[in-house]
């Protein structure tokens, strides 16, 4: 998967930072990949000059969102926790919230590229 974004390396840098994972890749500035320290599946962060940011919500004649991550906290009272630190590392929380879905189980947030994300814990 390839994340389009106008810096790949803070972008890369902000996710590697979030997930605990490391640049295994890159073509100077204009490509990174990273990776969980273990191995698995990898991401891969590439600048473009013409990228948009997408809008959430959307709306129309603005660029929609291409990709979400849903992105499991471990246990029930640790989504501030996750936010908290997903705002220290360049994230935002998105200003509108599911109004269906409970805030201490998920957060809608914006990577510093302005693609959106949640942060959930298990509907257990």
């Given at each position: 998967m390839?994340?389009?974004?106008?810096?790949?390396?803070?972008?890369a840098?902000?996710?590697?930072?979030?997930?605990?994972w490391?640049?295994?890749?890159?073509?100077?500035?204009?490509?990174?990949?990273?990776?969980?320290?273990?191995?698995?599946?990898?991401?891969?962060?590439?600048?473009e000059?013409?990228y948009?940011?997408?809008?959430?919500?959307?709306?129309?004649?603005?660029?929609?969102?291409?990709?979400?991550?849903?992105?499991?906290?471990?246990?029930?009272?640790?989504?501030?926790?996750?936010?908290?630190?997903a705002?220290?590392?360049?994230?935002?929380?998105?200003?509108?919230?599911?109004s269906?879905?409970?805030?201490?189980?998920?957060?809608?947030?914006?990577?510093?590229?302005?693609?959106?994300?949640?942060?959930?814990?298990?509907?257990?």
């Amino acid at each position: 998967m390839c994340l389009d974004c106008a810096d790949a390396p803070a972008l890369a840098s902000f996710y590697c930072r979030l997930l605990g994972w490391e640049i295994t890749a890159r073509d100077g500035d204009s490509w990174l990949q990273a990776r969980a320290p273990a191995g698995g599946m990898a991401l891969n962060f590439q600048a473009e000059s013409w990228y948009r940011p997408p809008v959430w919500p959307e709306r129309t004649g603005e660029q929609h969102k291409m990709i979400h991550f849903e992105i499991l906290v471990e246990g029930a009272d640790r989504v501030d926790d996750a936010v908290a630190r997903a705002i220290e590392f360049g994230a935002v929380q998105a200003d509108l919230q599911p109004s269906d879905r409970d805030p201490g189980r998920l957060r809608v947030m914006l990577d510093p590229a302005g693609h959106p994300f949640c942060l959930f814990v298990d509907g257990e």
